[in-house]
């Protein structure tokens, strides 16, 4: 793996603010599920121990639904998800590439079938591994 960089991100009114370290090149997925098509999320899905909240945690709120496994994080001001906690990887962060700010990775968008989202999940597993 390349050399990680540290990125910064926040929501649309920044009330919540993160950094994440990535390479400076990475594989980002566009789902295709009821979620995330209507959000326009893209996915970059870090171990936890490469993300770090800022500020905001007394801003966010959780949606959950389907499972309930998935902790979908948002901005209580702005409603903007900026991050949250993926069903497929629980012990990782899932970063939305659009909410980085300033200088961001070289994105290899990849396209990810979640509305079969049962036969497909085990092909991110890995992107939550140190």
């Known amino acids: ?3 990680l ?4 991100g926040s929501c ?3 009330a919540v603010a993160f950094r994440v370290r ?3 090149r990475v594989e980002v997925e566009r789902c295709n599920c009821s979620i995330c098509q209507k959000s326009g999320y893209l996915h970059l899905i870090v ?3 490469r993300f770090t909240l800022e500020r905001g945690e007394d801003n966010l709120l959780t949606y959950r639904f389907n499972t309930g496994v998935a902790q979908h994080r948002f901005c209580a001001t702005c409603g903007v998800k900026a991050f949250y906690i993926p069903r497929s990887n629980p ?3 899932d970063v939305n590439m659009n909410c980085l700010d300033g200088p961001r990775p070289i994105m290899d968008i990849v396209d990810f079938d979640g509305q079969d989202w049962e ?3 085990h092909a991110l597993a890995h992107k939550s591994q140190e």
């Open 47 to 49: 171990p936890a121990s």
């Open 5 to 8: 960089k540290e990125y910064s």
């Open 22 to 24: 990535a390479p400076d």
């Open 12 to 14: 649309h009114c920044g």
């Open 91 to 93: 012990d990782g962060v």
């Open 119 to 121: 036969s497909n999940a």
């Open 1 to 3: 793996m390349s050399e």
